[in-house]
């Protein structure tokens, strides 16, 4: 495992040598980059803009949410909507809003805006860099909503919605000024919230510039300005940070493990770590052999050693799993981690007999701890008489590839943008599931199916967490794909600038942070 650290660390600062040590900036970043505006950075743009769902992440605090997610528990908290009422066992919700809340605009919150909000909503479909943005999705079987008075919005339902406050967590109800929707389902302009934080500026692939809202109805962010810069390369990342030309980084990926290792033995940094909603998975094509085969699917999940995996790439920066469900998901269920290559070993056997299979195995290129996991994956498949080939390609070109079908197996990943399971397990391992068409998966099992259909109208608590814990087990008994881990949001900061700089479920605490 030490060979492997020191290979993967020698891998990516050499990396960091080739690129030089600064990251470029342009002439605005530099004249917004005053003493005063404290500079963080991430992989992606956090704000796409206009043509974007949300138009940025939930992670900035522009935007906030009816219902969100209690950081601890993971069970729906009020936001925007401080209480709630289930009628007609579950076909009518009654949601009662905050009071003395105004948009950025300067309008007030009123339940008519909520209206708006979810009438714009419904001009689906709506593609987004974080989570697709479907009223359908987050508010099924919705057939009218309308106000009841300025603070209290009434949602009627075709039939009994139990589960519509785990629905509606964070990218399930985001509330924006209605001056800023456009009437295709778009953006007129830039996304005006309710958040801690305001958009004064942002440059598509860049930055977007944030300036705390000096009239947000909570406490106000400790920061006067924060400007956070999109850098693709985990490399040039650490190289900013080192140089001191970003203060900090945040959102997915924001830094390598064995990057993040490496900068906390500089006395100037520190490492906040948190649970993730993420789970990292191998998506196999279950539309042609061999993964089509039941039995080999559980041969490859019984071969991988996650343990090892997790230890060796990613220092204990993640947990190994057999479940596809977030940890971060209040429905989550824990199972023992297998591993038994003796088995797996007989069963690949009954599918291939003595046979070699050539196997397509893809990889986002832009992600070098993926490459580095394949290649570790591969050697271990091998002895299931698969031989892999890696192909690295560009996030677009991989979707596109999967969707055709013209993979074998590829490294992935899924978060929760809500608190509802039926997000993934209807994306999944429904049959007409939208995940599950994106990587051909094929899978099809009627008794998920069955309790898919059943949990839409079970009102009883205890009944539907039963049913949760069964989908999760033929999950984990048939593997439709592999999860191998969640790993954990790793926010890595300059600890000697910066105070308050916390690492959360999804994000950091950017309300939190400012200079030391």
């Known amino acids: 495992m030490r060979f492997l650290r020191a290979l993967f660390l020698l891998i990516l600062l050499t990396a960091v040598a080739g690129c030089g040590q600064r990251a470029e900036q342009g002439e605005s970043e530099h004249a917004a980059t005053d003493g005063d505006t404290i500079v963080l950075a991430a992989y992606r743009q956090l704000a796409p803009g206009e043509n974007d769902g949300y138009y940025c992440s939930r992670i900035l605090d522009v935007w906030e949410p009816l219902i969100t997610a209690d950081e601890e528990t993971g069970e729906p908290a009020p936001c925007l909507a401080t209480s709630w009422e289930m009628l007609e066992g579950g076909r009518v919700w009654v949601f009662h809003l905050r009071a003395g809340v105004r948009f950025h605009d300067g309008t007030p919150l009123t339940a008519q805006a909520v209206v708006t909000n979810l009438d714009w909503m419904a001009k689906e479909p709506r593609s987004t860099a974080f989570y697709a943005r479907s009223r359908k999705t987050y508010y099924p079987n919705l057939v009218h909503v309308e106000a009841l008075d300025e603070l209290t919005v009434r949602m009627t339902f075709s039939q009994p919605n139990i589960n519509q406050l785990y629905n509606m967590m964070n990218f399930g109800s985001p509330v924006y000024a209605p001056s800023c929707l456009a009437d295709d389902g778009n953006f007129s302009g830039v996304a005006v919230g309710t958040g801690p934080f305001r958009i004064v500026e942002n440059v598509k692939d860049r930055y977007v510039l944030l300036e705390r809202n000096e009239n947000y109805y909570g406490e106000k962010a400790r920061a006067r300005r924060i400007m956070v810069r999109s850098i693709p390369s985990p490399e040039v990342r650490f190289a900013a940070l080192k140089a001191e030309e970003i203060?900090?980084?945040?959102?997915?990926?924001?830094?390598?493990?064995?990057?993040?290792?490496?900068?906390?033995?500089?006395?100037?940094?520190?490492?906040?770590?948190?649970?993730?909603?993420?789970?990292?998975?191998?998506?196999?094509?279950?539309?042609?052999?061999?993964?089509?085969?039941?039995?080999?699917?559980?041969?490859?999940?019984?071969?991988?050693?996650?343990?090892?995996?997790?230890?060796?790439?990613?220092?204990?920066?993640?947990?190994?799993?057999?479940?596809?469900?977030?940890?971060?998901?209040?429905?989550?269920?824990?199972?023992?981690?297998e591993q038994d290559a003796t088995e797996a070993k007989r069963l690949a056997h009954e599918v291939l007999g003595d046979r070699r299979q050539k196997v397509v195995y893809c990889v986002n290129g832009a992600d070098p701890i993926a490459k580095g996991e394949a290649e570790l994956i591969a050697y271990w498949l091998a002895d299931l008489g698969l031989d892999v080939r890696i192909e690295a390609l560009e996030s677009p070109m991989m979707t596109a590839?999967?969707?055709?079908?013209?993979?074998?197996?590829?490294?992935?990943?899924?978060?929760?943008?809500?608190?509802?399971?039926?997000?993934?397990?209807?994306?999944?391992?429904?049959?007409?599931?939208?995940?599950?068409?994106?990587?051909?998966?094929?899978?099809?099992?009627?008794?998920?199916?069955?309790?898919?259909?059943?949990?839409?109208?079970?009102?009883?608590?205890?009944?539907?967490?039963?049913?949760?814990?069964?989908?999760?087990?033929?999950?984990?008994?048939?593997?439709?794909?592999?999860?191998?881990?969640?790993?954990?949001t790793i926010a890595v900061y300059n600890k000697a600038r910066l105070t308050g700089y916390r690492a959360l479920r999804y994000g950091v605490s950017l309300r939190e942070v400012n200079w030391r």
Request: charged share 20%; glycine share 6%; net charge negative.
């Open 401 to 488: 590839v999967m969707r055709r079908g013209d993979y074998d197996m590829a490294r992935s990943q899924q978060g929760l943008p809500s608190g509802d399971p039926l997000y993934v397990f209807n994306g999944f391992f429904s049959p007409n599931g939208t995940r599950n068409k994106a990587l051909s998966l094929g899978y099809d099992n009627p008794e998920i199916d069955t309790l898919l259909a059943a949990l839409n109208t079970e009102p009883d608590e205890g009944k539907r967490r039963a049913m949760f814990d069964r989908i999760q087990a033929i999950s984990v008994a048939e593997q439709p794909l592999v999860p191998l881990y969640y790993d954990e």
């Open 247 to 337: 203060m900090g980084v945040l959102d997915l990926n924001a830094m390598p493990p064995v990057l993040a290792d490496e900068l906390a033995q500089d006395e100037r940094f520190a490492v906040s770590t948190s649970r993730s909603i993420m789970v990292r998975y191998l998506a196999m094509n279950g539309t042609r052999h061999p993964f089509d085969d039941v039995r080999m699917r559980r041969a490859v999940s019984l071969l991988i050693n996650r343990r090892l995996l997790v230890d060796a790439l990613y220092l204990g920066y993640a947990t190994p799993t057999m479940n596809l469900l977030s940890i971060a998901s209040p429905f989550y269920k824990a199972f023992p981690i």
